[in-house]
């Protein structure tokens, strides 16, 4: 069954570490919105710097930067009836308010993947926890900057313990959920594993 286009323009938002699988979510999301028949923009962090936002850093005050700029991308093409799957670490909850006061809640849709930092430095796509144990790499969220866990997000992935099939499930039940309900979605919460702190950083 087709998702119905009724105030379909929406913004999911996948935030968490690096390593975490945002990216790979996020592009999950936009194959699975897209056969149904809607307009999708994939935004992601990566992508932006190699352009709009390569001039910035990679300190706190440049990564909320990126994504106030980011919010402002995904806030146009909102109001062309795009919906928006965006891919950022959103690493504070200065940058987490940054989205929330840029789209109101009947758009906006966090959704956390949730991986401990030890698994994200084993996978390592990108080579920064290497880099930063190697070479004494600064700014590094997860490593010398913490990661704040997000309070409250509408769906948590745990990209750790669960399968990709049971993801994709939990994933496609939420989304379903956000098109045939009310026009705020109501959220679908899976029981994270229970963690002793709310700040990822490496000890």
Same mark, same amino acid.
């Given at each position: 069954?087709?998702?119905?286009?009724?105030?379909?323009?929406?913004?999911?938002?996948? #935030?968490?570490? #690096?390593?975490?699988?945002?990216?790979?979510?996020?592009?999950?999301?936009?194959?699975?919105?897209?056969?149904?028949?809607?307009?999708?923009?994939?935004?992601?962090?990566?992508?932006?710097?190699?352009?709009?936002?390569?001039?910035?850093?990679? #300190?706190?005050?440049?990564?909320?930067?990126?994504?106030?700029?980011?919010?402002?991308?995904?806030?146009?093409?909102?109001?062309?009836?795009?919906?928006?799957?965006?891919?950022?670490?959103?690493?504070?909850?200065?940058?987490?308010?940054?989205?929330?006061?840029?789209?109101?809640?009947?758009?906006?849709?966090?959704?956390?993947?949730?991986?401990?930092?030890?698994?994200?430095?084993?996978?390592?796509?990108?080579?920064?926890?290497?880099?930063?144990?190697?070479?004494?790499?600064?700014?590094?969220?997860?490593?010398?900057?913490?990661?704040?866990?997000?309070?409250?997000?509408?769906?948590?992935?745990?990209?750790?313990?669960?399968?990709?099939?049971?993801?994709?499930?939990?994933?496609?039940?939420?989304?379903?959920?956000?098109?045939?309900?009310?026009?705020?979605?109501?959220?679908?919460?899976?029981?994270?594993?229970?963690?002793? #702190?709310?700040?990822?950083?490496?000890?």
């Amino acid at each position: 069954m087709a998702l119905t286009h009724t105030k379909a323009a929406k913004v999911f938002w996948f #935030s968490g570490l #690096s390593g975490a699988d945002k990216t790979t979510w996020a592009e999950y999301l936009k194959r699975y919105l897209t056969a149904q028949g809607l307009a999708v923009c994939l935004l992601d962090g990566d992508m932006l710097r190699q352009g709009l936002n390569k001039d910035l850093g990679y #300190s706190l005050v440049d990564r909320e930067e990126n994504i106030r700029r980011a919010c402002e991308v995904a806030h146009y093409l909102v109001k062309q009836g795009i919906t928006v799957v965006a891919a950022f670490m959103t690493p504070t909850q200065g940058c987490r308010q940054i989205i929330k006061n840029t789209f109101p809640s009947t758009l906006l849709q966090e959704i956390y993947c949730q991986c401990s930092i030890n698994t994200c430095e084993v996978r390592d796509p990108k080579g920064f926890y290497q880099r930063a144990r190697l070479d004494n790499l600064c700014q590094v969220i997860g490593w010398d900057l913490p990661f704040i866990v997000p309070k409250n997000p509408a769906l948590v992935l745990d990209t750790e313990h669960h399968t990709m099939t049971h993801n994709q499930a939990l994933l496609r039940q939420f989304i379903t959920r956000c098109y045939f309900y009310d026009s705020a979605c109501e959220s679908v919460r899976e029981v994270a594993r229970e963690s002793t #702190s709310n700040c990822l950083v490496r000890p």
